[in-house]
């Protein structure tokens, strides 16, 4: 599905196993609003470079809210980008659970980097946990375009983690602004080190205790 109208609302859909090539495996969001979504084991089956098997967001009017994303994975022979979402052109991920989503068996998905891909936009409200990864479950772009606020990325596996804060986050560079993360490592302004106590992270409840 795209949507690219202003003014558009998509809402209480449910996206399951959808399949995509290049972007957006299940909804490709350049303005209007999707929101109170379920998007349960999309995925791509295309070469190297797909991006947002689950969601892909470009453009400052596009958002996505209020959302689970969940099970979503690559299922090609290479790496790709933003499994669960990828964001960029200043689109918006917010108020969105993120569990569950995983790289593919091949060998080269190891470089799967981000769950979530933030190359340039909003991440806010968001709890990422739960996801195995290539790299990071939360990439952010060193884009001074790139903002994530009072977020938690926690309790993620990825394969390759030698950089600060993985397996859960890496930031690319100085320039995005950061506040309120709640993380292995430090990032940013207000920044909260330490478990965030899931109410029953064991069957699926990520509110917080």
């Known amino acids: 599905m795209v949507v690219d109208k202003a003014g558009a609302v998509v809402e209480g859909v449910t996206f399951k196993n959808?399949?995509?090539?290049?972007?957006?495996?299940?909804?490709?969001?350049?303005?209007?609003?999707?929101?109170?979504?379920?998007?349960?084991?999309?995925?791509?089956?295309?070469?190297?470079?797909?991006?947002?098997?689950g969601v892909y967001i470009n453009g400052t009017s596009a958002v996505v809210s209020n959302c689970v994303i969940k099970n979503c994975y690559v299922g090609f022979t290479g790496a790709g980008d933003g499994i669960g979402a990828y964001i960029t052109g200043g689109g918006t991920l917010a108020n969105t659970l993120v569990t569950g989503c995983y790289r593919s068996s091949y060998p080269h998905a190891v470089d799967t980097e981000g769950v979530v891909y933030l190359a340039k936009g909003t991440v806010k409200n968001c709890t990422i946990t739960k996801n195995v990864i290539g790299?990071?479950?939360l990439y952010v772009a060193n884009d001074s375009g790139c903002v994530v606020k009072d977020t938690i990325c926690w309790g993620n596996t990825a394969y390759r983690e030698w950089r600060k804060g993985r397996p859960d986050i890496t930031v690319a560079g100085a320039k995005p602004t950061i506040?309120?993360?709640?993380?292995?490592?430090?990032?940013?302004?207000?920044?909260?080190?330490?478990?965030?106590?899931?109410?029953?992270?064991?069957?699926?409840?990520?509110?917080?205790?």
């Open 135 to 137: 790299r990071s479950a």
């Open 18 to 53: 959808c399949k995509a090539e290049n972007a957006g495996g299940s909804v490709r969001v350049t303005e209007g609003t999707v929101r109170n979504c379920i998007f349960d084991g999309c995925h791509q089956g295309g070469n190297d470079g797909c991006k947002g098997s």
């Open 179 to 209: 506040s309120n993360l709640c993380a292995p490592a430090e990032f940013g302004t207000g920044a909260v080190v330490a478990n965030p106590m899931f109410a029953d992270a064991a069957n699926g409840d990520y509110t917080l205790q």
